[in-house]
Each structure stands twice: as C-alpha cells, then as structure tokens.
C-alpha cells in the first residue's frame, strides 16, 4: 500500500458544462479522500507556472489561454496509489481515443479541452499541489 496525494482540476470547459458535481462524485465513489477543494481563476503567470514543463511546445499558447479563460475547480486526493489510480479514471489526454468510462471519455471530444487534468508523477504532484494550495488548506482527516 502506498499512500498518495495527487491533484486534480476540472477546466474551464468542464466547470462551463456544469460537471463539477458528477465529476467529483466519481472520485468519492471511487474511495478516494478529497483533501482539499477550491474554485480558482488562473492568471497567466500561474498558469504559466502550472503547465511548465509544456513551455516551448506548440500548443502552450493555446493551453495558457484556455486555462485562464474561466475559472477551474482544483483539489487533493488521497489514496492507495492515488496518482496512478486517478490516471486511469481520467483517461488518456485526447478525448476522442479515451475509452468510454473514463471521465475523458464520457465527456470529452478534443485534446485541448479535456475537461479534467491529474498529476502524472509524485514530483508533479508535489509542485502542483504547492501551487494552487498552502499546506494549511489541506485537512487531516
Ligand atoms: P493536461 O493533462 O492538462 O496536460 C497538458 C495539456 O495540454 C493536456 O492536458 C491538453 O489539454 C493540452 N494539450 C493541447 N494540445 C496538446 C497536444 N497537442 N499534445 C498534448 N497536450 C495538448
């Protein structure tokens, strides 16, 4: 068993639908324990933060604008290999080949707006959570 914190964020296009509720459910139905929990704007220099390690690449513009455009519901979740686990709940990044069940592929038709992001690794993990949350936002329970 190996206890771990990931986050997670529904976009600007899932909040738009209205599918925060659904979205979260999942996650809480899965046994996963939600952390921590916000609503928050990105401005561009913490978005620009966020998405790093997609600098230089050519969709990093269109990726920035997308995700300040609305605010994005951001949260920990914790569990027994939680980053690997909330991966394959999400399924893969281009909406259109994800595999139906996953949340991707229920309700996402693009690859820029795939509706939900989950860190990939521990190290990603770690930076994200400490961008968007203080360790005093996240509960012990
Ligand atoms: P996400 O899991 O949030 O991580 C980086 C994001 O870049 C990814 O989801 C996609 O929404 C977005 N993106 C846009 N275009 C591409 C692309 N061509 N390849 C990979 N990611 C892309």
Redesign the pocket.
């Known amino acids: 068993m190996v206890i771990e914190q990931t986050l997670v964020?529904i976009?600007p296009d899932g909040v738009k639908r209205r599918l925060i509720g659904e979205i979260i459910s999942r996650f809480e139905k899965k046994g996963l324990k939600i952390k921590a929990l916000k609503m928050h704007w990105f401005t561009r220099e913490e978005a620009e933060e966020f998405?790093s390690v997609?600098r230089g690449?050519?969709?990093f513009e269109?990726?920035i604008g997308?995700?300040t455009s609305g605010p994005v519901v951001a949260m920990v979740l914790e569990g027994d290999n939680a980053i690997n686990v909330v991966r394959l709940m999400?399924g893969p990044?281009?909406g259109r080949e994800a595999p139906p069940g996953t949340i991707r592929g229920d309700y996402a038709l693009?690859?820029?707006?795939?509706v939900?992001?989950?860190s990939?690794s521990p190290e990603n993990a770690k930076k994200e959570i400490s961008i968007l949350f203080k360790d005093n936002e996240i509960y012990e329970w």
Do not use: G, Q, R
């Not at 693009?110 to 795939?114: A, F, G, M, R, Y």
């Open positions: 964020m976009k998405y997609h690449k050519p969709f269109s990726l997308f995700i999400i990044t281009d693009s690859k820029s707006e795939n939900v992001h989950a990939d």
